[in-house]
């Protein structure tokens, strides 16, 4: 899958619709994916593998301060 265009918001559910098993990326559009607020249906998702390169997983809040 390689939408014309990213938005951080719309990824899951593009995911969801292509059903991709294979995610790679890089740090910056991961951490705007991740930054989105969470849904309900977001455990409806079909990744089974994410490669990530040069991401710092402290930049993404994962819990309410």
Known sequence: MAPARFSPSRFLDDVRRHRVTYLNYVDKPLA???????RPDDADKTPRVAIVNG????????SPA
């Not at 705007?32 to 969470?38: A, G, R, V, Y």
Request: charged share 25%; hydrophobic share 40%; proline share 7%.
């Open 55 to 62: 991401f710092d997983y402290r930049v993404v809040r994962t």
């Open 32 to 38: 705007l994916i991740l930054s989105t607020p969470e």
